[in-house]
């Protein structure tokens, strides 16, 4: 797995998404993992994609009459059985983190590259979709010398009082043992 001169890896499936600024800040040295399933707790689907780029239908779920005019994105996403997606490509801010703080500094879309995995805080991930998260990890560390294993964490740590993602199900330490 590569990331090429676009700042996009050569093995996603792109799906463009207009939810994403310049970044005001260069380097790139922080990277979040989230999680996502919409509806809740369904997967398989292609409402991800259309919630990322703005084409949200609200009658097809109740959940989505709450969402649907959100504008956010994620450079990544990861499905349960490990197809990637790219949404925004890495030197663009996506629009994943909300308000958040990592080591002092706010606005961590501004530093960083955003993963959503689809699942859910309480429900084991595949290995399928570790194996495809380690392989873009390790894809990014290559290119952006910045993101370190200390430099990887949830979207709860960043905004612990508003997230849970990745959730407890989340192998944290299978994740970072395999970066190596």
Not at 133 to 148: H, N, R, S
Request: glycine share 6%.
């Amino acid at each position: 797995m590569k990331v090429n001169k676009e700042h996009r890896l050569e093995s996603a499936r792109i799906c463009d998404s207009p939810n994403f600024s310049d970044r005001l800040i260069e380097e790139i040295s922080l990277l979040v993992i989230h999680n996502i399933s919409l509806p809740p707790g369904q997967f398989g689907n292609n409402f991800v994609d259309q919630f990322f780029t703005n084409k949200l239908d609200p009658t097809k779920d109740p959940y989505f009459e709450e969402i649907y005019e959100m504008k956010v994105s994620s450079h990544l996403f990861i499905d349960r059985k490990g197809f990637l997606t790219q949404f925004v490509p890495f030197d663009k801010a996506a629009w994943h983190a909300g308000v958040s703080v990592f080591k002092g500094r706010e606005n961590c879309n501004e530093f960083s590259i955003g993963i959503e995995l689809e699942g859910t805080d309480d429900l084991e991930y595949p290995s399928n979709q570790y194996k495809t998260l380690i392989e873009v990890t390790k894809a990014l560390m290559g290119y952006y010398p910045e993101i370190k294993v200390d430099n990887i964490v949830g979207h709860k740590d960043i905004a612990p009082v508003r997230k849970t993602d990745p959730g407890e199900a989340f192998d944290w330490d299978l994740y970072k043992s395999s970066l190596s």
